[in-house]
């Protein structure tokens, strides 16, 4: 079966892709304690000067000549936001495109987070904002943002963490749980962000990418520039090539763990559910 075929069906089976509710112990229909404007009511208990006086129930405190307050529990959803990384690096793969991968974990993610009635917000990011949705409650949107993910753009771009991170810090005003889906080739700049939100990193990569194996002439063409070059690889370019990659990863990882961020790499060969399942079962 062809990539064609494979891609049609996936778009035409996309619900069926989420086989598990990868949140089920993260999130869901909880109920918080505390004071405010809940949908539930609690219980009654004697008033004090630090609740609202709006709640104050004037039958009972009439009744008992003791003021007493409604206390509700208030409905708590939380609140997802999956960013979407376009760089030109995500064209490639060699077993499946990572952009196809990508979609695939945003599709899991999406649903996994809608079942269970928590709000989605879906961000595509390269240097500036590519396309947005925010709060999705439902299913059609959810779809629609997958349907962006497998028919974007992406070779001639790159990443800015910088406007990304003050994209989010000005438009993500409630504490959410972020997570930052991309090739991550680039060092992301999360020091703020990270301050203020719970992130999760899900970097998706191809093995060929950091095994080449490969020897002789090559012609190249650079993704984000889009400019095209001769080269010549032996053992000793390979081996120096590998040594950048991961001392790339190695301060990739780094800066995660400095800022407290989970993250998994993800291979375009791999599972996507389990290793999404992996990810945030220790949380």
Same mark, same amino acid.
């Given at each position: 079966?062809?990539? @064609?075929? %494979?891609?049609?069906?996936?778009?035409?089976?996309?619900?069926?892709?989420?086989?598990?509710? +990868?949140?089920?112990?993260l999130?869901?229909?909880?109920?918080?304690?505390?004071?405010?404007?809940?949908?539930?009511?609690?219980?009654?208990?004697?008033?004090?000067t630090?609740?609202?006086?709006?709640?104050?129930?004037?039958k009972?405190?009439?009744?008992?000549?003791?003021?007493? =307050?409604? +206390?509700?529990s208030?409905d708590?959803?939380?609140?997802? =936001?999956?960013?979407?990384?376009?760089?030109?690096? !995500?064209?490639?793969?060699s077993? /499946?495109?990572?952009?196809?991968?990508?979609?695939?974990?945003?599709?899991?993610?999406?649903?996994?987070?809608?079942?269970?009635?928590?709000l989605?917000?879906?961000?595509?990011?390269?240097?500036?904002?590519?396309?947005? %949705?925010?709060?999705?409650?439902? $299913? !059609?949107? @959810?779809? /629609?943002?997958?349907?962006?993910?497998?028919?974007?753009?992406?070779?001639?771009?790159? +990443?800015?963490?910088?406007?990304?991170? %003050?994209?989010l810090?000005?438009?993500?005003?409630?504490?959410?749980? !972020?997570?930052? +889906?991309g090739?991550?080739l680039?060092?992301?700049?999360?020091?703020? &962000?990270?301050?203020?939100?719970?992130?999760?990193?899900? =970097?998706? /990569?191809?093995?060929?990418?950091?095994?080449?194996? &490969?020897?002789?002439d090559?012609? =190249?063409?650079?993704?984000?520039?889009?400019?095209?070059? %001769?080269?010549?690889?032996?053992?000793?370019?390979?081996?120096?090539?590998?040594?950048?990659?991961?001392?790339?990863?190695?301060?990739?990882?780094?800066?995660?763990? $400095?800022?407290?961020? /989970?993250?998994?790499? !993800?291979?375009?060969?791999?599972?996507?559910?389990?290793? &999404?399942?992996?990810?945030?079962?220790?949380?």
């Open positions: 079966m062809d990539k @064609i075929t %494979n891609s049609k069906l996936y778009q035409n089976n996309l619900q069926l892709t989420t086989k598990q509710r +990868i949140f089920s112990h999130s869901g229909e909880h109920s918080s304690v505390f004071s405010g404007n809940g949908l539930d009511f609690r219980e009654l208990r004697e008033y004090n630090s609740d609202d006086i709006r709640h104050l129930n004037w009972v405190t009439a009744r008992t000549g003791t003021p007493c =307050v409604n +206390i509700f208030e708590k959803r939380l609140h997802f =936001v999956f960013v979407f990384l376009v760089s030109g690096g !995500i064209y490639f793969g077993y /499946r495109a990572k952009k196809e991968v990508m979609s695939d974990i945003l599709a899991n993610l999406s649903f996994s987070a809608l079942s269970k009635k928590d989605v917000s879906t961000v595509f990011f390269s240097t500036k904002v590519e396309e947005a %949705n925010y709060l999705s409650k439902n $299913k !059609i949107t @959810i779809e /629609r943002d997958i349907k962006i993910a497998n028919e974007l753009q992406t070779l001639g771009k790159n +990443i800015d963490f910088k406007n990304l991170e %003050n994209y810090l000005s438009s993500v005003k409630q504490k959410s749980i !972020i997570f930052l +889906i090739d991550f680039e060092l992301p700049k999360l020091r703020f &962000l990270s301050a203020k939100h719970e992130i999760y990193a899900v =970097v998706v /990569r191809d093995r060929l990418e950091e095994d080449l194996k &490969l020897l002789g090559f012609t =190249v063409k650079d993704t984000t520039t889009l400019g095209s070059e %001769n080269i010549f690889l032996d053992e000793g370019s390979l081996k120096k090539y590998e040594a950048l990659l991961k001392e790339h990863d190695l301060k990739l990882f780094e800066l995660f763990t $400095k800022y407290k961020v /989970r993250y998994k790499k !993800i291979y375009t060969d791999d599972d996507v559910v389990s290793k &999404l399942f992996e990810l945030i079962k220790d949380r």
